[in-house]
């Protein structure tokens, strides 16, 4: 078993298919011994990949990888309708695929790169009301959809096995591969559904990283801190954001949560000022989110402090 004790980082997890994300977390508990654990970017049960999770202080730092642009390999198959829109749900109509070639469905895919409006699948953790859309589908509720603004940069060309073909995906956070699918599937005439999905990366997370969860039980087996060796550090999820290094009494300040003007300013310009910089104390540990004080322009306050 794990030692006592609460320990936080980052664990990018290779999730296996046939489970729920929430599945990943709840087993992240058991076998690591730490109570607080989330993940960041949920993955249908169907999918496999790139997942994520904060344990301990890290948990209050997802919300920084959430916007992480992701990337899919994803197997989309023509002439097959689902009503989850993937390979777990039930077929509702069939069309003939004879006629589709590799060529014309090369000219389909422009249309879906760029910013695009998306309608999201009914069979989804997207909330209605408070009740995820999911439920109120199961329990034949009507359900409304509305359209959201997505972005898909890049659909590369993999491979092409009538009748499904392989594409790799590079699109901003919240977009649904399987929404795609279906959607592809309407510009061919045939109709499609989602056969296969890995998330290969999420921002600088990626897939030849990860840790699968059977590896985890079996090391841990041995040595039940084995997990620990994994972890990633609390400030790479925020290393996009600009740096600065406190002096040993501004430490002080923002642990006890007080506002502080910076030793000196590094912004030529008001106007091009972050809102947000990543702060380490005076040798070098990573202790704090700064965002400018409202009160003075040349004060930061802590958004958010963490504790060794």
């Not at 790479?236 to 003007?261: C, D, F, M, W, Y």
């Not at 000022?273 to 704090?288: E, I, K, M, S, V």
């Not at 004060?299 to 402090?305: E, N």
Request: glycine share 8%.
């Amino acid at each position: 078993m794990p030692e006592a004790g609460n320990i936080s980082g980052f664990l990018n997890i290779n999730k296996p298919q046939g489970i729920t994300s929430h599945d990943v977390v709840t087993r992240l508990r058991k076998l690591s011994g730490q109570r607080k654990v989330g993940h960041a970017g949920t993955l249908d049960p169907l999918a496999t990949g790139v997942l994520v999770l904060g344990l301990g202080q890290a948990t209050r730092l997802i919300e920084y990888l959430l916007p992480n642009r992701k990337q899919y390999r994803a197997t989309i198959c023509f002439g097959a309708i689902t009503n989850t829109l993937d390979a777990d749900g039930q077929i509702t109509a069939t069309h003939d695929t004879t006629l589709l070639t590799p060529a014309y469905l090369r000219r389909l895919l422009p249309q879906f790169l760029g910013n695009i409006e998306q309608i999201p699948p009914i069979f989804s953790a997207l909330k209605k009301e408070g009740q995820p859309l999911y439920k109120l589908a199961r329990a034949g509720q009507p359900v409304e959809v509305k359209p959201r603004r997505v972005t898909i940069h890049a659909l590369n060309w993999v491979s092409w096995q009538p009748p499904c073909l392989t594409l790799d995906v590079i699109c901003s956070s919240g977009t649904y591969i399987r929404s795609l699918a279906r959607d592809l599937g309407d510009a061919a005439g045939t109709g499609a559904h989602l056969a296969r999905l890995t998330r290969t990366a999420s921002g600088d997370w990626v897939l030849d990283e990860a840790v699968s969860l059977t590896q985890l039980e079996q090391e841990i087996e041995t040595d039940g801190n084995a997990w620990q060796k994994y972890l990633q550090p609390l400030d790479r999820a925020v290393a996009h954001l600009p740096q600065i290094t406190l002096s040993e009494t501004n430490t002080i300040h923002i642990q006890h949560g007080r506002k502080i003007e910076l030793d000196f300013d590094p912004f030529t310009a008001p106007e091009t000022r972050p809102q947000l910089l990543r702060a380490y104390t005076h040798d070098g540990n990573f202790l704090a989110i700064l965002t400018p004080a409202e009160s003075d322009d040349k004060l930061w306050q802590p958004k958010k402090v963490f504790h060794p």
